[in-house]
Nanobody, 123 residues
Framework: QVQLVESGGGSVHAGGSLRLSCAVP????????MGWFRQAPGKEREGVAA???????SYADSVKGRFTISKDNAKNTLYLQMNILKPEDTAMYYC?????????????????WGQGTQVTVSS
């Protein structure tokens, strides 16, 4: 069983930055495809960013140029650097891990999910 633990959420004003972290302790996660997803109240979950074992990345159009996904294999930690945050970025953000061979943004490609961390952006 893979356990994912997110941290780094919070409240910021529009234009601000946050960095989310996702720890995967005690597991060789470097071979997994890892992703960040978000879900706002009343909306469907959407893929935000993903990175595969070759460190190929993909991003949702709404965050391109503002968000950066990265990982530190030595620390078994995934990151999401979020800059120029907008009120529409407000959501619960989830880390996910899957065995896919590409940086998928579709939730069904992922087997393991964290509990989520809240991001709130005020105007």
């Amino acid at each position: 069983q893979v356990q994912l633990v997110e941290s780094g959420g919070g409240s910021v004003h529009a234009g601000g930055s946050l960095r989310l972290s996702c720890a995967v302790p005690g597991y060789t996660y470097s071979t997994y495809c890892m992703g960040w997803f978000r879900q706002a109240p009343g909306k469907e979950r959407e893929g935000v960013a993903a990175i595969d074992s070759d460190e190929e990345t993909s991003y949702a159009d709404s965050v391109k140029g503002r968000f950066t996904i990265s990982k530190d294999n030595a620390k078994n930690t995934l990151y999401l650097q979020m800059n120029i945050l907008k009120p529409e970025d407000t959501a619960m953000y989830y880390c996910a891990a899957g065995s896919g061979w590409a940086p998928y943004l579709e939730g069904y490609e992922y087997n393991y999910w964290g509990q989520g961390t809240q991001v709130t952006v005020s105007s």
